[in-house]
């Protein structure tokens, strides 16, 4: 792992990080902080439950410990290496490192979103994983598994995280909310928006009295990630 030289206009902190970003961790520390917020407008987290990671390098910038999106400043930029080492600021980072850098560790995932979306998490406490309803299950990479319960930022959640995620791009966590990665903060986000809108679509289809939702084949499914390949415009 490549080590970071210390600058020598940056501040040792309280919680062992230092003062200063590069112009890089900069940037997308703003990305990372609109992105935050972002999941509180839309509903996915209410006050600072959730939290969203970005990798710069061997560093992974990640939103502090209960710390409401909309006081975040360039000045609050906060992150770890990838062995969980603070190396930048002084706010103490989410509770769930753990949960991100197993992502990070074993996946090509530059960025990560978590969060406790209301229907998302009604459903992890209902099915062992989230039946295929819609052809976007596709774009998740199979039908959404759930995680079984460990308490937060615990190792042995990150575990069973790894194993849900298995083959995918996000998973649920039980009785807990998502999780979702990708190659940009936008990919993620969009992920998990689009996790919890089909756990939403299950809930309202199961709940009407006397039928039963139609769901989706393998083969359907596998017709449609086909297809998601090619989908969106072209250079």
Known sequence: MAERRQDPRDVQGAGGGTGEARAEEAEAWGELVDTARR????GLVVGTSGNVSVRVGDTVLVTPSGVPYDRLTPDDVTGVDLEGRQILGTLVPTSE???HLAVYRSTDARAVVHTHAVHATAVSTLVPELPAIHYMTSALGGPVRVAPYATYGTDE???????????RTACLLQNHGTIAYGATLSQ??????????MCRLWLTARSVPGL???????EQLAEAGERLRGYGQRA
């Not at 999941?39 to 839309?42: A, I, S």
């Not at 959640?157 to 083959?167: C, G, K, P, S, Y």
């Not at 039963?212 to 393998?218: G, I, V």
């Open 39 to 42: 999941t509180v407008t839309d």
């Open 97 to 99: 490192v753990p949960m």
């Open 157 to 167: 959640l990150a575990e069973n995280m790894l194993h849900a995620l298995a083959d």
């Open 188 to 197: 993620a986000y969009d992920r998990t928006a689009q996790l919890e809108w």
């Open 212 to 218: 039963t939702p139609n769901l989706l084949t393998q």
